[in-house]
C-alpha cells in the first residue's frame, strides 16, 4: 500500500517537476517519493559521479525523466501513453535508467535489451538471458560494467566483449558456460565464478594481455589445470573446487629464474581440487605467500 500511495505522489508530483533546468535538490525530490530501492541507487550514484568524472551531466537531464516515466508504467493504473521518445527506448521503461546506469535486474528477460548508447553500467542480475551477442553491445562504446550474474547465459560470441575498450569489470558468475569468449584489455575485474567452464574451453591467451587483470575468479567450474599466462597485475586468483590435479613450476613462477617474485599476488585460492599442493614445492618461490589448498 505504501509504495502504490507513493507512486501516486510521484503521479500528482510528476507535472509540477521541470525537466529543466535539473539540480542536485531535485534529484532527492524525486527520490524521496520514489520506492525504496532507490536509496540504494543514490548510494551508488556518488560512487559512480566519480567514476565517470562528472562527465555526464547531460546524461543527468535526459535520464531522470525516464525514471519518472518508469514509475508511471509500473502504476497499472496509470492511463498515461508514453511519449514517442520511450518507443525507441522501451528498456527504460521495463528498467530503471539513471546516470548512465541500467538496473535491469530479476525482470525476466531472456536478451540483453537494447540499451541507451550512453550506457556505462549494466546490471543485469538474475535473468534469463541464454545468449550474448557482439550486436548487444555493437553502439554502446562507453560501457565499463557489465553484470550478468544468475542468468542462463551458454553462448557468448567470441568477439562480444573485444570492442568494449573501456571495460573495466565483466561478471558472467552463475551461468551455464562452458568456454569463455576473447576479453577486452582493460578488465581488471572478471568474474565467471560457478560455470561448467572446462580447461579446454580457455584459450592460452585468454588472459596473457589484460595487463590491468586485478580480480580472477573462476572458482566452481570444471577446470583441469590452472590457465595459462596469467598477468602480473593479478593481486587474487580463485581457482578453488575445480578439477585441478596437477601445476608445473611455471604456473605462477619462473622455472629459470629463481629471482623472480610475482609482486602483486595476495590470495590464491585452490582448495577443494584433487591436486596435492605439498607435491610441487618449487611452484611457489616466487610467492609472499602460499596459496590456500591441500598440502598433504
Ligand atoms: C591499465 O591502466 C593504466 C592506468 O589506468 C592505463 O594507462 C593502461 O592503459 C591500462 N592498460 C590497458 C591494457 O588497458
Ligand atoms: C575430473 O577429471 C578426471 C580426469 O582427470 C575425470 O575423469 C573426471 O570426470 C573429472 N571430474 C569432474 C567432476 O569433472
Ligand atoms: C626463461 O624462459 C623464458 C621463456 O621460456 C624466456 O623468454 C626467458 O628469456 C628465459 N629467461 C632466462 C633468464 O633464461
Redesign the pocket.
Known amino acids: 500500500m505504501k509504495r502504490l500511495q507513493s507512486t501516486l505522489l510521484l503521479l500528482l508530483f510528476v507535472p509540477l517537476i521541470k525537466p529543466a533546468p535539473q539540480t542536485r535538490q531535485d534529484l532527492h525530490i524525486i527520490y524521496d517519493y520514489g520506492t525504496d530501492n532507490f536509496e540504494e541507487t543514490i548510494l551508488n550514484r556518488d560512487y559512480e559521479d566519480k567514476y565517470l568524472d562528472g562527465k555526464n551531466i547531460k546524461e543527468k537531464e535526459s535520464i531522470i525523466p525516464d525514471m519518472q516515466r518508469f514509475q508511471l508504467q509500473k502504476d497499472e493504473s496509470a492511463t498515461l501513453t508514453p511519449k514517442k521518445e520511450n518507443e525507441e527506448m522501451p528498456t527504460c521503461l521495463l528498467c530503471v535508467c539513471l546516470l548512465g546506469s541500467v538496473y535491469c535486474e530479476e525482470v525476466d528477460i531472456d536478451v540483453v535489451p537494447p540499451l541507451p548508447k550512453e550506457s556505462a553500467y549494466l546490471y543485469a542480475r538474475f535473468n534469463k538471458i541464454k545468449k550474448l551477442t557482439a550486436k548487444d553491445f555493437a553502439d554502446i562504446p562507453n560501457l565499463r560494467r557489465l553484470d550478468f550474474t544468475g542468468n542462463l547465459i551458454k553462448d557468448i560470441e567470441d568477439s562480444t566483449f573485444s570492442k568494449l575498450s573501456l571495460l573495466e569489470e565483466l561478471s558472467l558468475a552463475e551461468n551455464q558456460l562452458l568456454k569463455l569468449p576473447v576479453l577486452p584489455s582493460k578488465l581488471t575485474l572478471f568474474n565467471a565464478k560457478h560455470n561448467k567452464i572446462t580447461s579446454e574451453g580457455i584459450k592460452a591467451n585468454t588472459f596473457k594481455k589484460l595487463s590491468n587483470l586485478t580480480f580472477l575468479y573462476l572458482d566452481h567450474n570444471a577446470l583441469e589445470s590452472v590457465p595459462l599466462n596469467l598477468p602480473e597485475s593479478l593481486r587474487v586468483i580463485h581457482l578453488q573446487f575445480n578439477n585441478i590435479t596437477s601445476i608445473t613450476d611455471?604456473t605462477f613462477c619462473?622455472?629459470?629464474?629463481t629471482r623472480y617474485i610475482r609482486d602483486h599476488i595476495e590470495e590464491i585460492r585452490l582448495e577443494g581440487n584433487p591436486i596435492i599442493l605439498g607435491k610441487y614445492p618449487n611452484s611457489f618461490i616466487c610467492l609472499k605467500r602460499l596459496p590456500i589448498g591441500s598440502y598433504i
Do not use: P, S, T, V
Open positions: 611455471d619462473k622455472a629459470n629464474d
